[in-house]
Each structure stands twice: as structure tokens, then as C-alpha cells.
């Protein structure tokens, strides 16, 4: 249980991250 929330807390740090990749991406343009 522990290492399932762990992977969903990974998971949602690299959505976060690739949001915040697409948002500078438009952000420079």
C-alpha cells in the first residue's frame, strides 16, 4: 500500500513536470 502510493505520488510529479515542460514550450512562442 505504501509503495502504491509512492508510484501515484512519481506518477503525478512527472505529470507535473511535463505540464510545466508544455507550458514554457507555449510560454517562449
Known amino acids: 500500500m505504501i ?3 509512492l508510484l501515484l505520488a ?3 510529479d512527472m ?3 511535463m ?4 507550458i ?3 510560454w517562449q512562442y
Request: charged share 0%; proline share 0%; aromatic share 12%.
Open 24 to 26: 514554457i514550450q507555449i
Open 19 to 22: 505540464s510545466n515542460a508544455i
Open 10 to 12: 512519481v506518477q503525478m
Open 3 to 5: 509503495v502504491s502510493s
Open 15 to 17: 505529470y507535473f513536470l
